[in-house]
């Protein structure tokens, strides 16, 4: 069983950045791959990034490779995604999710969520 609580979502400008933290409870978070996913309102969750377990590969969405950064700290049992160069499109509820046996981009790989973070890109 893990936990996710994420956090650090908020208001920025356009052109700002953010980092957003997802920490997982338990001794088992290097077991896990992880991701980011968003939902903005009226559209389906989608994919952001992943990390795999080891921490060794990463994958992102065309929409924000370049500009998002996926990674994960074992000591603090916490996965981040620094997000620069904010847009307005990015903004959207943001979740983490731990996936024991994919490393993937499809939510139904993942096997427990957090609550979810509220970021707004606003002017």
């Known amino acids: 069983q893990v936990q996710l609580v994420e956090s650090g979502g908020g208001l920025v400008q356009p052109g700002g950045s953010l980092r957003v933290s997802c920490a997982a409870s338990?001794?088992?978070?290097?077991?896990?791959?992880m991701g980011w996913f968003r939902q903005a309102p009226g559209k389906e969750r989608e994919f952001v990034a992943a990390?795999?377990?080891?921490?060794?590969?990463?994958m992102y969405a065309d929409s924000v490779k370049g500009r998002f950064t996926i990674s994960r700290d074992y000591a603090k049992n916490t996965v981040y995604l620094q997000m620069n160069s904010l847009k307005p499109e990015d903004t959207a509820v943001y979740y983490c999710?731990?996936?024991?046996?994919?490393?993937?981009?499809?939510?139904?790989?993942?096997?427990?969520w957090g609550q979810g973070t509220q970021v707004t890109v606003s002017s």
């Open positions: 990390i795999s377990k080891s921490g060794g590969s990463t």
């Open positions: 338990g001794r088992t978070f290097s077991s896990y791959h």
């Open positions: 999710g731990a996936a024991l046996a994919y490393w993937s981009r499809r939510q139904t790989d993942y096997d427990y």
